[in-house]
Structures are given as structure tokens and as C-alpha cells.
């Protein structure tokens, strides 16, 4: 997890440097809080994966000499069919028509967004592991 | 219904993971079938196919319309439309092909399908993510193609949709409410995709895939969905601000209000020109897997490569008034410094590129004369991109067919060039069987001379003062034998897509069958069969340097760490360990 979290906090030390440069030869506020928000984006995350290296140490993905054999145990739970995010594509599909066609589409919409989050959560629990 | 992944061992000895369902049972094909199965599938490559053909597709409409806009050119006063039909087409022409079409089929195509099997993962890291990715893609797209079927027809203000052009005032009607709500929805699969990508590439590499052994493809996708992830929600921000303007009585990009029609600028290109890294990123990675591959090399400086990436990526976010040099409200040394040293890590990946040429044992097929095209035609582009970087002559080619052809060339060199290698390139991994090699060369030399006979003219017709986005001119100017050219050159291009489509047609009625790995490839997506199974890999090889695939079929070829060390060139070399 090193390199990774190195690669986000190297975002947020270049945003940071790039928005105190901008800010202090422009004193332009749009463009330094873009600055601003884009190096908190790499800080947030950054900071998180450091934190999970200096817990877990490394990993097999993240040492030279490790085998196959190491990554043994389960690797993660995947769903292999579902059909709520076509519910839910579709719910939102439907939302932003209403901003453009009328409210009339934001009911069905609604209810399509509603029935699969509801229906993606109990596909979870049913699979147990996800 | 669910599968559970573990590493077991198979019979040959290697190890990998395996899949079995939840209740313990061997893993078949079970589920739904036609088209429900389609529609419920969450395997990667399901939906990076799904992505990959629906943005051809839309491609092929672009394409379309551009013939229309050229057609419209070639003679000074031309009514084959109207001004209002033309700037229709050319605000959809722009949308489809930069926001539709070379983004999602890079990030949502090929990423999707390649990225999982170059790190020996089963799947992306949230499969459900990933199929609502694509709805809200497909639904977007859709949404946008509507614009055409509505009163007042569809958004007239350019692909950037400049304040105050884009108000309620000035662009009124359906048309531009439709074009921002398909834009939030392509918005959200973008950034549900970079995020995906992202747990994907630091969560599920399979042991001893170290970050740098990771492909060169793989790595500028993860630098491509981290930069997703910092311009995408700004873009959907300034269009939600942008749609209360119209809508709600806010006056954030009006003068009247107290609002500034700049900041539109400012946050769109905020999006705007990392979105152009968004775009060339990982077109850069496409290349980059197809060079070492047919120069029977591993890639030249692949930490320099990586790093080269890296820079671009930064650079790339700090640049956007660079847009904006002609509103003389931004600050000109800053943005100009930074645009003008992106050559630098650019010109580091030229020197790569060739490097990884230099001395290998060339075979020039289909994706390798692609890949080559790109060199050139991108070399092109980025060369008068540093020019434009120079606000003197921004201030003079601003808005003219200047602008134009260079950034034709950029994105025409990277997201056709390099896309159509990666598809000639992958199209056996996808399907098992080949694309016609003899068909695919004459795609690329009729694409390749209509891309120069195309632009070239631009650039000239553009420092002769012809300004972009005008469906007349004065006949007086000269500037019609340049655009005649450029029409010939579109019509070049329209013929090698012609091409295409028969090549795509005739290798998939009478297939021409090849092995898992017909290239001899380097990278681990050619370990596995062609096209992959359910979940990927049966078993995998031990991954020991950035080419794993290589390396198991080449036992007595010295695995090359980081593409540093000798290249064997002809002879096998041998090395002690």
C-alpha cells in the first residue's frame, strides 16, 4: 500500500505547492479553491492508505519476491449477475428527463431508484460476503 | 447470485484462484440467457465490450457529421444547411467525440476489459459499479442524441458552452437542457468508473504484481481515473450551476446578478484540459504495449515512462486558463509556464517510444503501422500545442482553424490512431479470432494520408485568419482551395472507416481462428485464454519482472526488471542468474 498512498499524497504536496504559487501571483480565489479541493482529493485517500500500510505491513501484491501460493485464502465476493444497476441506470435516466421534460418523470424515477437500491442491499445480504 | 474467489491449486501444478459459487459447488454458467443475461451481467468484459461497441457507434455519427461540416465548407457560401443546422452539428460533432466517444472508449472499453486481466485480477473491484457505469454511459448518450428530436433541435453553443451564449436568453428550448443532463449522466459513469479503477488497480493485483510491474497501460489508467476523480465532479458542478442559471433565477454566470461569465471558463476548463490528458493518458498506454510487443523488446525506461505519466497528469491540472489567454483576465507567465513544460515529460515519453524502437526486431502489422501513425500524428499536434502555449501567438491564431487542426491532430492522434491499434491489437484477446491484417493496412495508409490532407490545409487556412465555427466566408480571401483540400482529406478518412467496417464484418463471418497469445505478447491479459473465461484466469504464471507472459514462455530469456538491462536482439541472450 506505500507506493500507493505515496502516489496520493504526491497530489496533494504538488496541488499544495501549485495552489500557494497561484494564489500568491493571482490572488485569484476561483482557481486557488479548485487548487485547494484537488489537494485535500489527494490528501483524504493518501493519508487512509498510509495509515492501512502501517497497519497491514505489505502485501503480496506489493512484495517482489511473492508466489501465487501467497495470495491463497478468499480473494473477494463477486456478483456475477444482477439486474439493479439496470434499475437503477434507469431511475436515474429517468430523473434528469424530468429536469428537461416535466415532473411527470420524476415519480416513476423515484420509484425505480428506491426499489433497487433497496434490491442491491438484499442482494448483498443474501450473498453474505459483499 | 454470487461467486466466491480462492486461490487453489490446479492440476498442472501452477496455482491460481479458482471460482466456486456460494454454496461451494464448481462455478458453470448458470443464470439468465439473451438479451436478460446481457442486461444483468456484471462481468468486465461484458460491459467494456458493451462500452466498446457502443461508442464506435457513436463515433461512426460523429464522423458523420463532420462529413456534413466539411461537405458545408468547401464552398464559400454553401446552403446545404442552415446556420442554426450547422451549429448543431458542429456542438454535436465536439460532444460526441470528446465527451461519448474517446473518453469511454478508453476508459470504459478498453480499461474495463484489459486492466483486470493485465493485473490477474477476476473482475473490477465493484462489478455492480461498473454495470451502472455503463446505463447511466448508454442512457447519456442517448440522452444526448434526443437533442435532435426535440423543438428548437439540439444545443447550438459549442462543446465548451460558453456563459452567457449558453443562458436561457440566448440558447433557449430543450435542446441545451437535454445536452446538460446527458453530460451529468456520462458524468457520474465517468467518476463511478475512476473509481472503480482505482480500488481495482490497488486492490486486486494478483501476488508479486508489484506498482512497477504493472503494464505501462495499466499505469496510465490508474493516472487517467485519478484525474478523473479530480475534473469530473467540477464539470457536473458548474453544469448543475449552470442549469439553475437557466432554470432557477440564480445569476452565477451573469453579469446582471453579480455572477461572472468567466468563472464558467474557469471551472469548465478546470475540467477542460485535464480532460484532454483524460483523453490522450491512455491512448499513451495503448502505444506503449504495442511497441515492445512488435519490436520484440520490453519498453525502454519504463520508470522514466512511468513518472513521464505522472508529470503529464500533474502539469495537466494547472494549466487550464491556458484557454483563456484572450479574456486578459488571467495570469499569463503562470499558465504559460506550465503548459510550456508539459513538453518536457512529453518529450521523455517520445524519447521512450523510440528508444524502445531503436534496434528491435520491427514487424510491422495492423497495430504496430497504428501505433507508429500516432508517433507522427501526435508529434504534429503536441508540437503546435507548444506554440499555442506561447500567449503571442494564442493571442493571434485564438478561435481560428489554427486552434482547429492542432487539436484535431492531438485527439485524432491519440484516440483514433492509438485506439484503433489497441483494437487491432486486442480484437484476437476479445474474440479468439483474428481482425484481417491485409484490410487493417489499408485502413491505416488511407487513414493516415486523409489525416494529413485533412489538417494540414487547417493549419494555413487558420494563419490566413479563417475563424472556427462559421458556416459562410467571403469567397474573396483565398481560403477556398485550402478547405476544398481539407474536404478531400475528410472524405480519405470516411473511406478507411468504410474499410473497417467490411474488415470487422468479413473477420467475424468467416473467422480466421488464433492461439490464447498470437503475438507472442508480453503482458499477463495473454496468459489466459482467448476470449477469457468467467472471472479471468484458471491458473497464472509467477510474475517475476513486467512481463510475466514472456517470461513463462521464454524460460531461457533473462527476465528484464523495469525494462532495464540488454534487450536480447536476434540471438537468445543468456544470463547467470
Known sequence: MRNESLILLGVAIFFGFIGLVYWFTSYEDGGTAMLVGTCLLGLLPGSYYLFWHRRMGFRPEDRDDATIEDGAGEVETFPSSSIWPFVLGMGAFMLVLAFAFGMWFFFPAVGLIVTALVGVTAESRRGGHV | MTDVITPTTTGDGAHGPSVVDVAGHEHEEHGPTGLLKWV????????????????????????????????????????????????????????????????????????????????????????????????????????????????????????????????????????????????????????????????????????????????????????????????????????????CDRHFGTHIFSVQGGGSPNLWQNLFWFFGHPEVYILALPYFGIATEIFPVFSRKPVFGYKGMVFATLSIAALSTGVWAHHMFTTGVVLLPFFSLLSLLIAVPTGIKFFNWIGTLWRGQLQFSAAMLFAIGFLFAFLMGGVTGVMLASPPIDFFTHDTYFVVAHFHQVLFGTAVFAGFAGLYYWYPKFFGRMLREGLGKWHFWLMFIGFWVTFMPQYVVGLLGMPRRVAVYPSYLGWQSYNIISTVGAFIIATSFAVLLWNLWISWRQPVPCGDNPWDAHTLEWFTTSPPPHHNYSHLPPIRSERPTWDYHHPDSPAIAHGEGRPPRGDKVLVSP
Not at chain 2, 40 to 49: E, L, Q
Not at chain 2, 68 to 92: C, D, G, H, K, W
Not at chain 2, 129 to 155: E, H, K, P, Q, R
Not at chain 2, 206 to 227: E, K, Q
Open chain 2, 40 to 243: 444483468t451481467s456484471t462481468d468486465h468484459k461484458v460491459i467494456g465490450m458493451s462500452y466498446m461497441i457502443t461508442s464506435l457507434v457513436l463515433f461512426y455519427f460523429a464522423g458523420i457529421m463532420a462529413l456534413v461540416l466539411r461537405i458545408q465548407l468547401a464552398t464559400p457560401s454553401s446552403s446545404l444547411v442552415s446556420f442554426a443546422q450547422y451549429n448543431e452539428l458542429f456542438t454535436m460533432h465536439g460532444s460526441l467525440m470528446l465527451y461519448l466517444f474517446a473518453g469511454p472508449f478508453a476508459f470504459g472499453g478498453l480499461a474495463n476489459y484489459i486492466v483486470p486481466l493485465q493485473i490477474g485480477a477476476p473482475d473490477m473491484a465493484f462489478p455492480r459499479l461498473n454495470a451502472l457505469s455503463y446505463w447511466l454511459y448508454l442512457s447519456g448518450s442517448i440522452t444526448m442524441m434526443m437533442g435532435f428530436l426535440v423543438a428548437g433541435g439540439a444545443s447550438e453553443f459549442g462543446w465548451v458552452a460558453y456563459a452567457p451564449l449558453s443562458n436561457a436568453t440566448n440558447s433557449p428550448g430543450l435542446g441545451p437542457d437535454i445536452w446538460i443532463m446527458a453530460l451529468v449522466l456520462t458524468g457520474f459513469s465517468a467518476i463511478f468508473t475512476g473509481v472503480n479503477l482505482v480500488a481495482t488497480i490497488f486492490y486486486l493485483r494478483a501476488p508479486g504484481m508489484t506498482m512497477f510491474r504493472m503494464p505501462i497501460f495499466t499505469w496510465n489508467m490508474l493516472v487517467t481515473a485519478i484525474l478523473i476523480l479530480i475534473a469530473f465532479p467540477v464539470l457536473t458542478g458548474a453544469l448543475v450551476m449552470l442549469f
